[in-house]
């Protein structure tokens, strides 16, 4: 299970329909749906029943949703916490010596 699966997942079960998920995704149609069958096969489940004229979650799929976007969010946040520390690393002021000389009184 990859995070652009979950991400293709989530936002086709949002729209309900393939094309217009690419769209919101930036990605052509067919990559969207690959990502889709890569996580039913992966996970062994059908998540969308497909017909030429709609796309409904099957009851797995709308057990995962819920779940899918909690891992979504929660890799959201933990990006969110790296680029802080990230700043905070750059802001800080140097102090001229190793990080092992640090309390050594060198």
């Given at each position: 299970m990859e995070l652009r699966q979950l991400t293709c997942?989530?936002?086709?079960?949002?729209?309900?329909?393939?094309?217009?998920?690419?769209?919101r995704l930036h990605v052509v149609q067919?990559?969207?749906?690959?990502?889709?069958?890569?996580?039913?096969?992966?996970?062994?489940?059908?998540?969308f029943e497909r017909s030429?004229?709609?796309?409904l979650l099957t009851e797995a799929g709308k057990e995962l949703l819920p779940l899918a976007?909690?891992?979504?969010?929660?890799?959201?946040?933990?990006?969110?916490?790296?680029?802080?520390?990230t700043a905070q690393a750059r802001t800080m002021p140097r102090t001229g010596g190793s990080p092992e000389s640090l309390g050594r009184g060198e």
């Open positions: 997942f989530v936002t086709v079960a949002e729209e309900l329909h393939f094309g217009r998920a690419a769209k067919p990559a969207v749906s690959q990502q889709v069958r890569n996580l039913e096969r992966s996970l062994k489940v059908t998540l030429t004229r709609e796309v976007r909690a891992v979504l969010r929660s890799v959201k946040m933990a990006e969110i916490v790296a680029a802080r520390h």
